[in-house]
């Protein structure tokens, strides 16, 4: 590839791409960079109240864009023309137990949907807001946001079995601010694991169930103990993720969010051989959850997990020793 400086950008024709004061004799391929926050489900009490939080999200990333240093032109490139950012969720295990429904319960599908759509409106609706302020993205006209095309027009409608689709917020109004001013930021929605952030937060990890009360997350800095959020208040509240006798409640949560959501899920399905006879998890079921998955517009099945007994902790008497340790007591 060959960069060469020019003075006049009409000297340029259309066989170059003209970047920064630099003449590029082909279009480098683009490289995606993860560009990622999570808003914390577990700390509001309303879905309402998430609207500073999405807001804050979404600006705060969408700034680190313009001050960031790019090392390699086509990350720059990529990245400064569609201005792709994606936020998640953590801590949804707890959000669902203070809520008093498990992931196994149908009662949490119009739970989710409805916070669900609170959340993607948000987000879309500061990044509208902020093409307002400062110009939309240098590729708006290859998003469907700049045609009013929102993620709720073009999911699968199967998911409607689940629970029907209601709009609660003023998506047409939304719909003709993006056709008129644009988006700023191509992508907005990506569920990550958030493995690293969550601890910084003491939130369960994303979309997913704790495997136990506590979880030991190692490191090069050491190894972390940590319990999940109001455990003495919601013990008995929290669904633990190898007592699930299936990940069909978890696979139908995650196809009514993926409806809001312009990218996708990191989605795991998990199996525990003990509910199965002889302990064999049959492959016939897990197919039957694979086709389930694509039925109802799920994206991504990122790990498929089965349980194999190591890394349980008695949390009850972990936390009777902590308590008795007086470097532990105040």
């Known amino acids: 590839m060959i960069y060469e400086i020019v003075e006049d950008k009409n000297e340029v024709n259309d066989d170059y791409v003209y970047f920064d004061e630099m003449v590029v004799d082909e279009k480098p ?14 700390v509001f009490r309303r879905p309402e109240d998430m609207e500073r939080a999405c807001t804050l999200a979404v600006r705060g990333l969408d700034a680190l864009i313009s001050y960031q240093h790019y090392p390699i032109l086509a990350a720059q490139l990529a990245t400064e023309g569609r201005r792709p950012v994606g936020v998640g969720i953590i801590n949804f295990a707890y959000f669902l137990a203070k809520n008093d ?19 993607s409106y948000y987000l879309i609706k500061a990044s509208a807001d ?4 400062f110009g939309a993205c ?25 629970i029907p689709h209601k709009e609660i917020m003023p998506w047409n109004d939304l719909r003709e ?36 009360y506590v979880s030991i997350k190692q490191s090069k800095d050491g190894v972390l103990r940590q319990v999940v959020p ?7 509240k929290y669904e633990l993720l190898w007592d699930q006798k299936s990940p069909l409640g978890y696979i139908k949560i995650i196809a009514v969010l993926q409806k809001y959501i312009d990218q996708t899920i990191s989605a795991n399905t998990s199996y525990n051989p003990q509910h199965y ?54």
């Open 177 to 212: 601010q993006l056709k008129e001013s644009g988006i700023r930021n191509s992508t907005l929605m990506a569920c990550m694991p958030a493995e690293t952030s969550a601890q910084i937060a003491n939130a369960t990890n994303g979309l997913e169930p704790p495997r136990s």
């Open 138 to 162: 240098p590729m708006n006209s290859d998003t469907k946001y700049s045609k009013g095309i929102l993620p709720i027009d073009t999911y699968k409608k199967e998911v409607d079995e689940l």
């Open 29 to 42: 391929s683009a490289i995606a960079l993860c560009i990622l926050s999570a808003v914390n489900w577990g």
């Open 277 to 330: 006879e002889d302990e064999k998890v049959p492959m016939s079921e897990m197919l039957q959850h694979m086709l389930l998955a694509y039925k109802y517009g799920v994206k991504t099945l990122y790990y498929l997990n089965t349980h194999d007994g190591q890394g349980e902790i008695d949390v009850d008497k972990n936390i009777k020793e902590q308590e008795q340790c007086d470097s532990c007591t105040i």
């Open 230 to 236: 109001e455990y003495r208040r919601l013990k008995n």
């Open 130 to 133: 902020l093409a307002k302020d």
């Open 101 to 119: 429904v498990r992931y196994s319960d149908d009662s949490a599908l119009e739970l989710v949907d409805t916070w669900a759509q609170h959340w």
